[in-house]
C-alpha cells in the first residue's frame, strides 16, 4: 500500500491544535507587516500578530504566496522520507494563489512522487478540518482515489460565516466581492459575511450592533443544523474569546454534544479579517458515505 504525506498550507490553523501526526507537513505563506515578512506561525503567530494590529490601527497587513521553491524542496523531502503520494490542500483558489503555486509544483517536480492537488474552497480551521479528514483516513488505510473522493464531497456540504468588527483590511487587501453598499457604512456597521461553497467571500448581511450580530449569527447556525442529523463543528477567531464562547455557548445550549473544534484565525487569514472577528463554519455529515 502506498505511503500517503498530507501538505496542508498554514491558513488551515493546523499548528494551534495539538496534532502528532507524522503524516501532515505544513506549506507557509507569508505576512507582510510593518516592513518585514514573517513566515506564518514559525515566525509570527496569532497572539503576537493581533498584538501588533492593536498596537497600531493604522497597520495595512498583507500576505504572500509560499515561494514554489520552498513546495519543491518539501516534496523532494517527502519523497526521501518514503512517501509515495502526497496530497496537497490548499486554501480556496479564489482568495489566494496557493492552489496555483500547488499545481506548479504537481508540474515541475521531477521525481517519483504521485501528487494530488485539492481546492478546498475554504480557508482557516474549516480549511484544515479537511486535511484532518484526509489524515483519518490515510491513518485507516484508505486510497488516495478514495481520500479524495471523501473530501470532494465533504466540501460541498459545508457552511461558513465570518463576524468581523469592520470591513477596512478586507477592502484594502481586495478579498471581499460584492464588497458595493458595505463600504461607505462600514465602520457603522458589524457585518456577517459567508464564505460560498464555491470559495469566496461575499455580503451576508448588514447588523447594526455587535450583539445584534452574535444573536443573528446564532439564529442562522442553529436552523441550518436543526436540518442535519449529523454534523461538525468549527470555531475560530482573530482575539475575539469572549465572542466566540458567547456563540459556542448558545450553540451548545441545543446540542450539548455536538463534536467539533476552535483554533485561531492565523496572521495570513488576519491580514484580511483584522481584529475582533469570529467565524463559525460546519460539514453537514448526515448522509456521510463510507469511505
Known amino acids: 500500500m502506498n505511503k500517503i504525506a498530507v501538505i496542508s498550507t498554514s491558513t488551515g490553523s493546523l499548528d494551534y491544535l495539538d496534532l502528532k501526526n507524522e503524516n501532515l507537513k505544513i506549506l507557509r505563506l507569508k505576512i507582510l507587516v510593518g516592513g518585514k515578512e514573517y513566515s506564518d506561525f514559525v515566525e509570527l503567530t496569532a497572539e503576537n500578530f493581533y498584538s501588533m494590529l492593536n ?5 495595512i497587513p498583507s500576505s504572500s504566496l509560499p515561494p514554489i521553491g520552498e513546495l519543491l524542496q518539501m516534496l523532494k523531502e517527502v519523497e526521501k522520507e518514503g512517501y509515495e503520494e502526497v496530497i496537497i490542500m490548499t486554501i480556496s ?17 521531477k521525481g517519483k512522487l504521485k501528487i494530488h492537488v485539492v481546492d478546498t474552497l475554504n480557508a482557516g480551521p474549516a480549511e ?45 487587501n481586495g478579498r471581499l466581492s460584492n464588497a458595493s453598499g458595505f463600504i461607505g457604512k462600514m465602520l457603522k456597521i458589524k457585518p456577517i459575511l459567508e464564505l460560498t461553497i464555491d ?32 454534523f461538525f463543528i468549527i470555531y475560530e477567531t482573530s482575539d475575539n474569546l469572549e465572542a466566540i464562547e458567547y456563540v459556542k ?36 455529515l448526515s448522509n456521510k458515505q463510507d469511505v
Request: aromatic share 8%; with cysteine; glycine share 8%.
Open 55 to 59: 498596537s497600531n490601527k493604522s497597520l
Open 199 to 230: 470559495g469566496k467571500i461575499e455580503s451576508y448581511e448588514k447588523v447594526r450592533t455587535t450583539k445584534k450580530s452574535l444573536a443573528k449569527i446564532v439564529e442562522i447556525v442553529l436552523s441550518d443544523l436543526s436540518k442535519m442529523k449529523d
Open 128 to 172: 484544515g478540518y479537511l486535511s484532518l479528514e484526509a489524515l483519518r483516513l490515510i491513518d485507516e488505510g484508505k486510497k488516495s482515489k478514495e481520500i479524495i473522493y471523501h473530501l470532494e464531497n465533504l466540501i460541498q456540504k459545508k457552511k461558513h460565516f465570518l463576524l468581523v468588527d469592520n470591513l477596512r483590511l478586507f477592502i484594502a
Open 93 to 109: 483558489s479564489l482568495l489566494s494563489g496557493s492552489y496555483q503555486v500547488g499545481k506548479m509544483g504537481q508540474k515541475q517536480y
Open 249 to 284: 455557548k448558545e450553540i451548545k445550549k441545543v446540542y450539548p454534544n455536538q463534536k467539533s473544534f476552535q483554533a485561531p484565525i492565523t496572521p495570513v487569514i488576519g491580514c484580511h479579517t483584522g481584529t475582533g472577528a469570529i467565524g463559525i463554519a460546519y460539514y453537514d
